[in-house]
Nanobody, 115 residues
Framework: QVQVVESGGGLVQPGGSVRLSCTAS????????MGWYRQAPGKQRELVAI???????NYADSVKGRFTISRDNAKNTVYLQMNSLKPEDTAVYYC?????????WGQGTQVTASS
């Protein structure tokens, strides 16, 4: 009933920038929170950034000052602007959407920061 689709991933040089987007569609009344998670090979999935009602945000310490999360409520879309990318940012990035206490996940998009 709810579809979550990410886009914007790809290969980028260290120090470069990428903007991810995620759009939720389907049976949506109101989105309470949206967030980005990532998982690198051999590592656990970790929270990158979240944004909730009122545009309050929270970031992982490793990305503070480099990444910015934002959302367009009218479009049910969340963005992750990633600047000053490091090789350790390489991972599959997943969008998470919380609607009425339920969570929905996107399929993931690969971001590779490598020279």
């Amino acid at each position: 009933q709810v579809q979550v689709v990410e886009s914007g991933g790809g290969l980028v040089q260290p120090g470069g920038s990428v903007r991810l987007s995620c759009t939720a569609s389907g049976s949506i009344f109101s989105i309470d929170a949206m967030g980005w998670y990532r998982q690198a090979p051999g590592k656990q999935r970790e929270l990158v950034a979240i944004i909730i009602t009122g545009d309050s945000t929270n970031y992982a310490d490793s990305v503070k000052g480099r990444f910015t999360i934002s959302r367009d409520n009218a479009k049910n879309t969340v963005y992750l602007q990633m600047n000053s990318l490091k090789p350790e940012d390489t991972a599959v990035y997943y969008c998470n959407v919380r609607i009425w206490g339920r969570e929905y996940w996107g399929q993931g998009t690969q971001v590779t920061a490598s020279s």
